[in-house]
C-alpha cells in the first residue's frame, strides 16, 4: 500500500482506543481534547505511523476500513450497519461480475460494499428517489474511494422503474415497502438472481413476503437477522460486552426461478 496523500480517509486511534476519522488536507490541522495533530505530519507516511499532538500524546494513523467508515461517516439516510452488510453480500451472493440494482442509495453505505463485491467486472446501479440523499450519497462515496467509479451509475428516481434495462443478477433493496419491487423482479431480474431486502419492521417483512409468495415466482424465501455481541477481554474480565446493538433490521432473501411455460423470463 501507498503512502498516506492529501485527500484521503485517516482514522486515527488515541491511547485509550478512542478514533477519529478524518480527511488529510496539506496545511490543515485536527484538534482534539489532547491537543492538535498537523495533517502535514501524516501525509507521505506509511499507515500504522504513531503521530505526536501537540500536548505530547501520541495517535495511531491508518486507513479506515470500510466497516469503520461506513459506522463513522456523516450520513443523510440511516445506514445498513456492518454486521448486516457482510451478510447481505454472502446471502444475496454478491460475487465479481455480477449485475446488481440497488435501492435507495441513502448514504451510498451498501452502495461501497456492494461495489467492492462485484469488482472490476461487475456493475452497480444504484437508484436514489431523494436527490438530495443522492448529493449525500456522491460525496460519501468520493469521500472513500476519491472518485465515483465506472461500474457505479447513481440515479435519481424510483427503483420500480429501473428494473427493465438493468436486468439485474441481483436486487439489493433498503427501502420501506420493497413489496412494489416484486413484480417488476419476477419480470426482469435474471433467472437464479437474488431478490434482497433490509427492513426494520415485521409488518414491513410480512407484507413483502405476501408478496413474494403471491407471485409464485421464487424459491429459497428466507428471513433472518444478524446478532452482534462484542466481548469484553480485560485480564481476567473476559465476557460480553455491557452494551448491544438490539436491533437494526431483518434481511429477507428470495431466488427467482422460471415457471413451466415462461422460459422467457416474462410473466
Ligand atoms: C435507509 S435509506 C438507505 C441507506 C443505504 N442503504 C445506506 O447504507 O446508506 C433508504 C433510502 O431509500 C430511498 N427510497 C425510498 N423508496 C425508494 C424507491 N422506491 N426508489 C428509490 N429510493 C427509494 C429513500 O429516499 C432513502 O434515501
Redesign the pocket.
Known amino acids: 500500500m501507498t503512502a498516506f496523500a492529501a485527500g484521503e480517509p485517516c482514522l486515527l486511534y488515541d491511547a485509550k482506543g478512542r478514533t477519529y476519522l478524518i480527511r488529510l488536507e496539506a496545511g490543515s490541522e485536527f484538534q482534539y481534547h489532547r491537543g492538535v495533530v498537523q495533517h502535514d505530519d501524516i501525509i507521505g507516511r506509511d499507515q500504522g505511523c504513531f503521530v505526536a499532538a501537540s500536548m505530547g500524546s501520541k495517535l495511531v494513523a491508518v486507513r479506515p476500513r470500510l466497516a469503520d467508515y461506513t459506522i463513522k461517516m456523516p450520513?443523510?439516510?440511516?445506514?445498513?450497519y456492518p454486521k448486516d452488510t457482510a451478510a447481505i453480500v454472502m446471502w444475496a451472493d454478491i460475487c465479481p461480475g455480477a449485475t446488481v440494482l440497488e435501492?435507495?442509495?441513502?448514504?451510498?453505505?451498501?452502495?461501497l460494499a456492494l461495489l467492492r463485491a462485484v469488482g472490476g467486472s461487475g456493475r452497480v446501479v444504484s437508484?436514489?428517489?431523494?436527490a438530495d440523499?443522492g448529493e449525500v450519497?456522491i460525496q460519501r462515496i468520493e469521500g472513500f474511494l476519491g472518485h465515483i467509479p465506472d461500474n457505479l451509475e447513481l440515479r435519481i428516481?424510483?427503483?420500480?422503474d429501473n428494473f427493465e434495462d438493468v436486468a439485474p443478477d441481483r436486487v439489493v433493496l433498503?427501502?420501506?415497502?420493497p413489496w412494489?419491487s416484486v413484480r417488476p423482479a419476477v419480470r426482469h431480474l435474471r433467472p437464479g438472481g437474488i431478490f434482497c431486502s433490509?427492513l426494520p419492521t415485521v409488518p414491513q417483512v410480512q407484507e413483502l413476503r405476501r408478496e413474494l409468495a403471491a407471485s409464485g415466482s421464487f424459491i429459497e424465501e428466507t428471513t433472518f437477522e444478524v446478532l452482534h455481541r462484542e466481548w469484553t477481554v480485560e485480564g481476567r474480565s473476559v465476557r460480553p460486552s455491557h452494551r448491544m446493538q438490539g436491533h437494526t433490521g431483518f434481511i429477507t432473501v428470495a431466488r427467482r426461478f422460471t415457471r413451466p411455460g415462461s422460459e422467457n423470463g416474462s410473466e
Do not use: N, Q
Open positions: 450520513r443523510g439516510a440511516a445506514v445498513v435501492a435507495g442509495t441513502g448514504s451510498g453505505a451498501l452502495t437508484v436514489e428517489r431523494r440523499h450519497a428516481g424510483d427503483v420500480e433498503d427501502m420501506p415497502e412494489h433490509y
